[in-house]
């Protein structure tokens, strides 16, 4: 157990001069959203697992992001050491709207007794749509505004590595290695030009750990580094405590971008629901209303045990 706890204070120090930055949607409940971003956690769960997370940034901004991912797995095979399943993200920012649906698979390998090495694939496409009617022109008749974005489509394909004990988790992945062309307003100022943009590389780091203070309660803290190309990195530190394995609260950091304060239940043994609101620190607070999270899963338990000793992340 000390190693582990090392192993986290140490994950979590590589974040201390981190800055906030986005190209890829982000989440406050990210411990609770990890398929989205790597696929080796797949499966390891031990059940056939839904989720569903909804995200409302910067409410009464005009253009702010709407978010919206659902996820499905199960491991898979006789030795339930692979994992399969799918992930959807859309994603809407100011007259954009982006869809992303990947199939997601891992397979894993038993380090000792009670920890696992996970390997994870993802791939799928990418749709965007771009309605340039939905800006607001200086010149309606402009010519390069004139024609939309609709449905582009483009491949998708990434990897991530997974490690868990029963108390510690470790992930480290790229949710998509291919850097096609995409949505860039650099490439407008040519008319002859289609407006399209680079998709960067993104780097996700994620750890965390289960203490047991006593009985009934517990503390879990976590921490989720993003690093994109060309751009600062962002820092996430949260720290949730569960009672009596039903009641979940707490709060997290962003590093330079937002205060963060998250409730969660466990309605029943397949039933948990997150709430997250967000306070930013930045300029953008004074033209909005914070932004929020609420999200659902659903576990559908394969086996006795996995009631009996229930995982928390």
Known sequence: MKNNFIAFI??????????NAQQDPQYTQYMYNTQVVNPGYVGNTDALSF???????????????????FTISSPIGLLKNMGLGLSIVNDEIGASV???????????????????????????FDILDVDFTRLNLLDLNDPRFQNNIDNKLQPQIGA?????????????????????????????????????????LHYFLIAGYVFDLSDNLKFKPATLVKAVSGSPLQWDLSGNFLFREKFTI??????????????GFQVSNPIFIGFSYDYQTTDIELYSD??????????IFEKPESVLTPRFF
């Open 51 to 69: 989720g569903l997370l909804l995200r409302t940034q910067w409410v009464g901004f005009e253009g702010a992001p709407q978010t919206g991912t």
């Open 98 to 124: 982006e869809t992303n649906v990947n199939a997601d698979f891992s397979y894993s390998i038993k380090t000792s007794e009670t920890s696992e090495l996970s390997f994870g694939l993802k791939a799928g």
């Open 290 to 299: 914070g932004s929020y999270e609420v999200m659902l899963r659903y576990n």
């Open 160 to 200: 991530g590595l997974y490690y868990n004990t029963n108390k510690f988790y470790a992930g480290l992945s790229v949710p998509n290695f291919l850097t096609t062309l995409h949505y860039d307003p650099a490439s407008i100022v040519n008319s002859d030009v289609e407006a399209t943009a680079a998709e960067r």
């Open 10 to 19: 140490i994950l979590a120090l590589l974040g201390v001069y981190c800055l």
């Open 250 to 263: 707490g709060a997290s950091y962003r590093w330079s971008a937002a205060i963060n304060a998250m409730v």
